[in-house]
């Protein structure tokens, strides 16, 4: 099993590497960058002011049947009905999309904090890819898949799986 992780438009180079080692450091698994070309402005909703999550999804391919995908985007997505996603994973195909626009503290007007940008990060790429293992939600709110509905989620649960959830990650 590898992971491949593919920036979506500009992505600092250190940001993805450091994400890269990371994710890593959960799976224990070959982790690669790849950039991919997309077209972003596809899944453009000018009066949302968003890009369609979905739309962006599809357009990724995997290259090996074991091969894990996840791109990453730095533009704000949605999917129909929700004001906005931090990501969103489809099963079948075994791939994933992460925005990392809303992570950041100064979305928020707080002073920046790249490590907890970073973590942040890592939650949300190691949540989406736990989706292309087949994982729901969990509801230990410690675990990597439980469902954030807020960036306080998000920053309560650890990067990693608990421990009904980590057997069920083949690699
Ligand atoms: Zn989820
Ligand atoms: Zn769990």
Do not use: W
């Not at 224990?28 to 000018?46: G, R, T, W």
């Not at 704000?76 to 925005?99: C, K, Q, W």
């Amino acid at each position: 099993m590898k992971i491949t992780l593919k920036p979506l438009g500009n992505i600092a180079h250190e940001i993805m590497e450091e994400l890269k080692n990371r994710v890593g450091g959960v799976f224990h698994c070959p982790v690669e960058m790849e950039a991919e070309i997309i077209d972003l402005s596809q899944a453009y909703n000018s009066e949302r002011k968003q890009y369609l999550s979905s739309k962006l999804l599809a357009c990724l391919k995997k290259t090996d049947q074991d091969e894990r995908v996840v791109g990453i985007a730095d533009v704000d997505l949605y999917v129909p009905r929700l004001n906005f996603v931090f990501g969103e994973a489809d099963m079948a195909s075994g791939t994933a999309i992460v925005s990392l626009c809303r992570l950041r503290q100064e979305y928020y007007g707080l002073t920046p904090d790249e490590n907890l940008y970073l973590e942040r990060a890592t939650k949300e790429v190691v949540h989406e890819l736990g989706h292309t293992f087949s994982l729901g939600h969990c509801h230990n709110n410690k675990c990597v898949m439980h469902f954030s509905n807020s960036l306080a989620d998000t920053d309560l649960k650890e990067i990693y799986f608990c421990n009904k959830c980590r057997p069920k990650i083949i690699i």
